[in-house]
């Protein structure tokens, strides 16, 4: 069995269409486990899940609110499965995503953690194919899983590597894949099976806060390895000052741009983006949600194999 765990904060319409696109699943064997953090109760996300009448949804509750993290967490300890599939309360599956995942997994053996898909933003589609010893690509943004929507994971893995940290209010998903692919292979099934919500935007004081110390969990994971901590580092920056630039604030720009090189100088073009970003919004005074084709842009390139 697969245990589908669903985080939800307030959004009771997104909330429903969600768990119906796992209802709608062509695989079948699965337990839904929506854990709901408002603290509020402004909204009966219970009612919602009574009326849909499946006993396959069950509903959680956590004692205070704990954040995305922490309502997979009780999710990951209440789970039944073999298996563990995330789905945020505004994405979507395609019907087959369960299927195709838990099929793959049947060919592989342990030392494979899990395995990720294909996944769509708007109109744009994301697939990369790359599979097996993920670490070093990934903390150097040769590689990209998505979101955590995409994941299927064996159970037991969490075991051996931990759950989500719930101290990191950003780069959550980012840091327990890091994990993860350090200690395990990770498979991928060649198909766009999860439908993204692209209209969440970044929330620049959540980076900052939580940059210290995802850096620093990360230096741990790489202490044998300064090279590629190294690049991590000024890859993080960078993308960081991208995002700064995309927003129009342009000193926390030049201070991210300075602490990538300070680092390790990456090729000139991942700088010069920066710069374009930064002109484009000063010349036509747009905020940082119009810029849809540069995130795209940038979410696009995190895929490839290229550095």
């Not at 697969?2 to 062509?26: C, D, G, H």
């Not at 709901?36 to 219970?46: G, K």
């Not at 009326?51 to 509903?59: A, E, K, S, W």
């Not at 995305?68 to 309360?89: M, P, Q, S």
């Amino acid at each position: 069995m697969t245990s589908v765990i669903i985080p939800t904060y307030k959004r009771p319409s997104q909330i429903k269409r969600a768990i119906l696109s796992v209802l709608n699943q062509s695989y079948k064997d699965f337990e839904i486990l929506v854990i709901d953090d408002d603290q509020e109760n402004e909204f009966n996300i219970e009612q919602e899940i009574a009326l849909i009448g499946d006993h396959r949804v069950l509903y959680l509750k956590n004692e205070r609110t704990k954040g995305g993290n922490g309502a997979r967490n009780t999710g990951v300890v209440n789970a039944k499965g073999k298996y563990i599939a995330f789905l945020d309360d505004d994405d979507i599956w395609l019907k087959d995503k369960l299927f195709l995942q838990y099929e793959r997994m049947q060919t592989l053996d342990e030392t494979w953690a899990g395995c990720y898909c294909g996944w769509k933003v708007e109109q744009n589609t994301f697939l990369n194919g790359q599979e097996g010893d993920l670490f070093e690509a990934f903390l150097t943004h040769q590689h990209r899983f998505g979101a955590s929507s995409t994941l299927f994971i064996r159970r037991s893995v969490f075991d051996k590597v931990g759950l989500w940290d719930e101290d990191l209010i950003r780069y959550q998903d980012y840091e327990l894949m890091a994990r993860i692919y350090k200690e395990y292979l990770f498979a991928h099934v060649n198909k766009v099976l999860v439908d993204v919500d692209g209209h969440n935007i970044p929330n620049l004081n959540k980076i900052k806060q939580a940059s210290t110390k995802f850096v620093k969990k990360i230096e741990k994971l790489t202490e044998d390895n300064l090279t590629l901590q190294g690049y991590f580092k000024s890859h993080l920056y960078r993308s960081q000052a991208v995002l700064y630039a995309l927003n129009g604030e342009a000193n926390e720009m030049f201070k991210l741009i300075l602490s990538s090189l300070k680092v390790k100088m990456l090729s000139p073009k991942k700088y010069i983006a920066c710069f374009t970003y930064l002109l484009n919004y000063y010349t036509f005074k747009k905020p940082f949600g119009t810029h849809r084709k540069y995130m795209t842009e940038i979410f696009a390139k995190t895929t490839s194999n290229k550095s």
